[in-house]
């Protein structure tokens, strides 16, 4: 049962990050009105908002890694609490 919770917590991190980058990206295009700077062909995009671009999204990336780690170790201990319940 190890294993299945492992891959439930890696799963909820993958699909929280994915869904935190896509709610990231349409906040910046919404506020800016410009597409979110990304790879290197984006040469058009200025240092600044590239920098300021990066610094949310890292930020938005760990507040979204930390819940999804609290969230399935809440799950894990309320399981182990109470396994026939469940």
């Not at 700077?37 to 920098?51: T, V």
């Amino acid at each position: 049962m190890n294993l299945v919770f492992k891959l439930l917590g890696a799963g909820v991190g993958i699909g929280a990050g994915i869904v935190g980058s896509k709610i990231v990206n349409a906040v910046w295009e919404k506020t800016t009105g410009n597409k979110p700077p990304k790879g290197h062909d984006d040469m058009e995009a200025s240092l600044r908002s590239a920098l300021t671009f990066a610094l949310i999204s890292s930020t938005v990336s760990a507040v979204i890694q930390v819940l999804a780690g609290r969230s399935t170790q809440r799950a894990i201990s309320r399981f182990n609490k109470t396994p026939e319940v469940v």
